[in-house]
């Protein structure tokens, strides 16, 4: 009886629904690649074999990987893809560059909990027209996403500016009291619904006249929900200092992890300064967890900024809603093309989007290589000419600056956007190729990967990407192709309890 039960379970082991063949698994952890044969079965990785002992087995798919890399599926910690997982849940430009995982609500702006008086505040307004938002409560929006079913999966931060805009009769004020604590209520549903926690823009006009003090009393309840604090800081420019310690202090007095958005030197005046800004982040690791994440371009994006406006940098216009022939145009053209000031076409552009190339080759190197660095794209979906980081951001850490440039090996490069991005972000058994594990995957050819996406022809698919898995199922084939398949096994991820502290 017992040998006739031990090859009954032997037979069921053997049976699984995809098999992975011949690949180079780099799994996440910064280890070293090691060839290997991965076996899929209801969503998890259930066998990682190096000897052959798997070419028994049976699966109701089989895929020769011919030697190529297998790692984890990208985890993009960084977007403001909020509303489009439900309104355009393929997400082909995300899938598609190998990202299975994508966390929203960053700078401030989120879908969730959001009740508009009016139209979106800037910059909520990036996430889409004011029919977008339709989730008064967190729980609302997780319900969404998972009836939506994307195909990639989505964690969430939840916008300080969104929770403003809720409570506020105005932004350009300090919240009262009353308002904070409102604020804070809403917060507390959304962490018991597993939000990953709180995230401010304070940079922008509608956040910029809160002061710290609001912050601080805003990030009390995150502490308690095993959450992060994430910010886009209140300068990037000349005082970025001052705002990392208006950070770290918001941290320290919450009690948690502190991630500083993509970290930059921006503006001619801060070129040079990394090694700074990179000096102060590793003393606030001295007595707190404390990490960034970058994107691998030298400029920015976002809603066209008066503040930002200067004749040092080229700007480029990307939307304009009372111009809209304006799009893709450099603003010192259209003001010649006016004849007016740079400020005067700026303004009349009203509101509008912008790519601003206001970062250096040498900073961003720097800032991307740091081992408290991890990689997020910052795209922008819902602009009509997006900057090319919304679908090419990790094949260019792959291809222009791992395999090219040798900023750092290819096994370092995959750590930054899967596994170290899960543990910073309390990912549960994401990140890594291992036994167990959700089955959120990429295959790639390490010598051919490669962003396509350019400035001036943005909405490219990358090339190199082989073939991706969103919790065992496969989502995208590359090849000539380049399409996703009828497959959407996408989830929203609840936070687990359990942040890591070596940020």
């Given at each position: 009886?017992?040998?006739?039960?031990?090859?009954?379970?032997?037979?069921?082991?053997?049976?699984?629904?995809?098999?992975?063949?011949?690949?180079?698994?780099?799994?996440?952890?910064?280890?070293?690649?090691?060839?290997?044969?991965?076996?899929?079965?209801?969503?998890?990785?259930?066998?990682?074999?190096?000897?052959?002992?798997?070419?028994?087995?049976?699966?109701?798919?089989?895929?020769?990987?011919?030697?190529?890399?297998?790692?984890?599926?990208?985890?993009?910690?960084?977007?403001?893809?909020?509303?489009?997982?439900?309104?355009?849940?393929?997400?082909?430009?995300?899938?598609?560059?190998?990202?299975?995982?994508?966390?929203?609500?960053?700078?401030?702006?989120?879908?969730?909990?959001?009740?508009?008086?009016?139209?979106?505040?800037?910059?909520?307004?990036?996430?889409?027209?004011?029919?977008?938002?339709?989730?008064?409560?967190?729980?609302?929006?997780?319900?969404?996403?998972?009836?939506?079913?994307?195909?990639?999966?989505?964690?969430?931060?939840?916008?300080?500016?969104?929770?403003?805009?809720?409570?506020?009769?105005?932004?350009?004020?300090?919240?009262?009291?009353?308002?904070?604590?409102?604020?804070?209520?809403?917060?507390?549903?959304?962490?018991?619904?597993?939000?990953?926690?709180?995230?401010?823009?304070?940079?922008?006009?509608?956040?910029?006249?809160?002061?710290?003090?609001?912050?601080?009393?805003?990030?009390?309840?995150?502490?308690?929900?095993?959450?992060?604090?994430?910010?886009?800081?209140?300068?990037?420019?000349?005082?970025?200092?001052?705002?990392?310690?208006?950070?770290?202090?918001?941290?320290?007095?919450?009690?948690?992890?502190?991630?500083?958005?993509?970290?930059?030197?921006?503006g001619v005046e801060n070129w040079g300064?990394?090694?700074?800004?990179?000096?102060?982040?590793?003393?606030?690791?001295?007595?707190?967890?404390?990490?960034?994440?970058?994107?691998?371009?030298?400029?920015?994006?976002?809603?066209?900024?008066?503040?930002?406006?200067?004749?040092?940098?080229?700007?480029?216009?990307?939307?304009?809603?009372?111009?809209?022939?304006?799009?893709?145009?450099?603003?010192?053209?259209?003001?010649?093309?006016?004849?007016?000031?740079?400020?005067?076409?700026?303004?009349?552009?009203?509101?509008?989007?912008?790519?601003?190339?206001?970062?250096?080759?040498?900073?961003?190197?720097?800032?991307?290589?740091?081992?408290?660095?991890?990689?997020?794209?910052?795209?922008?979906?819902?602009?009509?000419?997006?900057?090319?980081?919304?679908?090419?951001?990790?094949?260019?850490?792959?291809?222009?600056?791992?395999?090219?440039?040798?900023?750092?090996?290819?096994?370092?490069?995959?750590?930054?956007?899967?596994?170290?991005?899960?543990?910073?972000?309390?990912?549960?058994?994401?990140?890594?190729?291992?036994?167990?594990?959700?089955?959120?995957?990429?295959?790639?050819?390490?010598?051919?990967?490669?962003?396509?996406?350019?400035?001036?022809?943005?909405?490219?698919?990358?090339?190199?990407?082989?073939?991706?898995?969103?919790?065992?199922?496969?989502?995208?084939?590359?090849?000539?192709?380049?399409?996703?398949?009828?497959?959407?096994?996408?989830?929203?991820?609840?936070?687990q309890a359990g942040v890591k502290g070596?940020?």
């Open positions: 009886m017992s040998s006739e039960l031990n090859t009954g379970k032997q037979a069921a082991i053997r049976a699984c629904d995809t098999l992975i063949l011949n690949v180079a698994v780099i799994d996440g952890s910064g280890s070293a690649p090691y060839a290997a044969d991965v076996a899929l079965d209801g969503g998890r990785i259930v066998r990682i074999d190096s000897g052959g002992a798997l070419l028994g087995w049976h699966a109701g798919q089989v895929i020769d990987g011919k030697g190529k890399v297998l790692s984890p599926g990208f985890i993009d910690v960084h977007t403001h893809d909020d509303t489009n997982v439900i309104r355009t849940p393929a997400m082909l430009p995300k899938l598609s560059q190998g990202v299975t995982t994508v966390v929203v609500g960053n700078c401030g702006i989120s879908a969730a909990p959001v009740s508009l008086k009016a139209e979106p505040p800037d910059p909520m307004n990036l996430l889409g027209e004011a029919s977008a938002f339709s989730y008064p409560t967190f729980a609302s929006y997780v319900a969404a996403v998972n009836q939506a079913q994307p195909s990639i999966n989505v964690a969430a931060l939840i916008g300080h500016t969104a929770l403003r805009s809720n409570q506020m009769d105005r932004l350009d004020r300090a919240a009262s009291d009353s308002e904070i604590a409102a604020m804070c209520a809403q917060l507390r549903e959304a962490l018991a619904h597993g939000a990953l926690g709180l995230s401010t823009g304070l940079a922008y006009g509608n956040a910029i006249m809160a002061p710290t003090a609001e912050v601080l009393a805003l990030a009390e309840p995150l502490a308690e929900a095993g959450a992060l604090y994430a910010t886009h800081l209140r300068s990037e420019f000349a005082d970025i200092l001052e705002a990392m310690d208006e950070a770290f202090r918001i941290g320290k007095h919450a009690r948690v992890p502190v991630v500083i958005s993509h970290m930059k030197c921006a300064r990394s090694g700074e800004v990179l000096a102060a982040l590793e003393q606030a690791q001295r007595y707190q967890p404390v990490g960034c994440d970058c994107y691998p371009y030298t400029a920015s994006s976002s809603t066209l900024d008066l503040k930002q406006v200067t004749d040092t940098i080229d700007i480029m216009v990307t939307w304009s809603e009372p111009e809209p022939a304006m799009g893709g145009k450099m603003l010192a053209a259209i003001a010649a093309e006016w004849q007016v000031s740079l400020m005067d076409a700026a303004r009349r552009l009203q509101p509008a989007g912008a790519v601003y190339h206001c970062m250096t080759d040498d900073d961003v190197n720097r800032i991307l290589s740091h081992p408290a660095t991890v990689v997020g794209s910052d795209g922008l979906p819902n602009d009509p000419l997006p900057h090319p980081r919304l679908w090419g951001a990790f094949p260019r850490v792959l291809g222009h600056y791992s395999r090219e440039q040798k900023l750092f090996p290819l096994t370092v490069a995959i750590r930054k956007m899967t596994g170290l991005s899960a543990e910073r972000f309390g990912l549960s058994e994401r990140g890594l190729v291992r036994e167990g594990y959700w089955a959120d995957l990429v295959l790639f050819d390490p010598e051919t990967v490669r962003d396509a996406a350019t400035f001036a022809d943005p909405m490219q698919p990358a090339e190199g990407i082989e073939a991706v898995w969103v919790n065992g199922a496969l989502s995208y084939l590359g090849g000539a192709e380049k399409a996703p398949t009828a497959l959407r096994a996408g989830r929203f991820l609840a936070r070596s940020m």
